[in-house]
């Protein structure tokens, strides 16, 4: 796996170094019990450095990571285009941690007993915890459409998805050609049934359909040729109207066609062909393909449901404004994996970071949940190859301020594109590295309101007094 001179530098930083420059010492990997225990390590690992930060290292935190690379889902888009870098998109997931923090290198959690306050490992290894945070994300599941995996780990074949296989070395760039290798005949973008991780993160038709627009009027791709976007769901966007609407009326817009009610169950490499299948009836149909892109679908991770942490999607069961679960008051959710009314993302995690630190903080300590997540929710939508608009939502259907601005494109619409486009990657890896808090503040922690009568000892007005001589009693 190629790896940056940036990652590299990183990668030898923490944990081989504690203890030489810092009197305190890293947490042991093999203790039995820990104060906070992180499954995940994409948003779990930044949350872990976060909670360290604001404790001073009064917690013993162990992150549990099963995969040493994270994607970078919300540069998906500009890393098809080849305008970022293989090594940006693809990260070593321990970045995210600090020298301090234990993880289980690499052996994933398979299950969890939440009666017991303990999780094992895939070695059978058996972990104590007082508090627990979820951050596992949503389960991929390419076992779901037959014949799948195979025709996307092929280069030859042309059949995409929005990951890259875990196999392919790093000279593998066949991520490129969905854009750029589709000359003639039946292209097909292929959504799967919610819930699924990269809703309207991975909608990537637009950009697709100005490119080949493009390419066709320089004589680079045939005129003879047909769009389609398969859809089993009803709406685009689950959770905001004007964010659907926007979907649907650009498409129509574009002559882009939608086939509403059908989903992709097998690929056959060989002969190119897609099999479709009703949602209602059952009924299926099998067509010639030329191009094919497919989501990813997903699956509820096996450990949740056994320890009755779902809901019947198959993820977490949260309050949706503390992420606390509703059954068992000492385990938190963070990102994809919560059932949330609202558009899971990459940015929704991130805005779920304060909250999950601070309520974890405030739930060891015994006092009551202040911070709240509002279920704001940011995804870039790339309506072309050089301009790009946000959906950003919150829960309610509530519009954000700046929801859709720029979407007819223009100038301001490029900015926003070059902007991303150029300064993402640098942003990512800032909060990945602990050089700023992320959003909403990023150099500024975000903080919360604490409840009527209470006080905050450690907050700066609390240290300030205690410095400043107090009032004297007159005699």
């Known amino acids: 796996m190629l790896i940056s001179g940036m990652q590299l530098r990183h990668s030898l930083t923490p944990r081989f170094f504690a203890g030489v420059f810092n009197k305190r010492k890293p947490t042991k990997k093999d203790l039995d019990h820990y ?35 994270n994607q970078i889902t919300p540069i998906r888009q500009i890393y098809e285009q080849q305008k970022t870098a293989k090594t940006d998109f693809l990260l070593n997931a321990k970045l995210s941690l600090n020298m301090f923090t234990a993880h289980s290198d690499q052996v994933g959690c398979s299950t969890i007993l939440p009666e017991e306050n303990a999780i094992v490992l895939r070695n059978g290894r058996r972990i104590g915890y007082n508090q627990l945070v979820v951050a596992m994300g949503q389960q991929v599941n390419y076992e779901a459409i037959k014949g799948f ?14 990951l890259d296989h ?50 066709t009027a320089n004589g680079r791709q045939s005129p003879i040729k047909k769009f389609t976007i398969i859809q089993p769901n009803e709406r685009f966007v689950q959770y905001n109207d004007a964010g659907d609407s926007f979907f649907k009326e650009e498409l129509k ?100 970071l304060h909250v999950v630190r601070n309520n974890i903080e405030r739930n060891i300590a015994g006092k009551s949940l202040n911070a709240e997540y509002d279920g704001y929710s940011k995804v870039p939508i790339i309506l072309g190859q050089n301009t790009l608009t946000f959906l950003c939502h919150k829960y309610n259907n509530e519009n954000a301020w700046h929801n859709l601005y720029f979407s007819n494109g223009g100038f301001l619409a490029a900015l926003r594109y070059y902007n991303w486009c150029k300064n993402f990657k640098k942003a990512f890896i800032d909060i990945y590295l602990e050089k700023n808090w992320g959003p909403p503040y990023y150099k500024i922690k975000k903080s919360f309101k604490l409840p009527e009568g209470e006080t905050d000892e450690h907050g700066f007005m609390s240290k300030l007094s205690k410095l400043l001589p107090g009032k004297k009693e007159s005699h």
Request: aromatic share 14%; charged share 20%.
């Open 253 to 352: 817009r574009r002559n882009i066609n939608v086939e509403y009610g059908l989903k992709l169950v097998e690929v056959n490499k060989q002969y190119n062909t897609a099999t479709f299948e009703d949602v209602k009836t059952g009924n299926r149909q099998t067509r010639n393909f030329n191009h094919l892109y497919a989501v990813a679908p997903t699956k509820a991770h096996e450990p949740l449901v056994k320890a009755g942490l779902t809901t019947s999607k198959g993820l977490l069961d949260v309050n949706i404004k503390t992420l606390q679960h509703n059954k068992y008051k000492n385990i938190f959710g963070l990102g994809d994996v919560n059932d949330l009314p609202t558009t899971n993302c990459f940015w929704a995690g991130f805005h779920q």
């Open 35 to 69: 104060d906070v225990v992180v499954i995940g390590c994409n948003l779990g690992g930044v949350l872990s450095r976060q909670l360290d930060k604001v404790s001073h290292g009064k917690y013993k935190i162990m992150v549990v990571l099963d995969q040493n690379i």
């Open 166 to 215: 875990p196999s392919w070395r790093s000279s593998n760039h066949k991520y490129t050609r969905w854009h750029y290798n589709f000359n003639h005949g039946e292209a097909y973008f292929c959504i799967p049934q919610f819930p699924f991780s990269g809703e309207v993160e991975a909608y990537n038709f637009f950009l697709s359909q100005r490119i080949w627009e493009w390419q």
């Open 149 to 162: 995996e195979e025709a996307w780990q092929d280069f030859d074949s042309p059949v995409f998805t929005n």
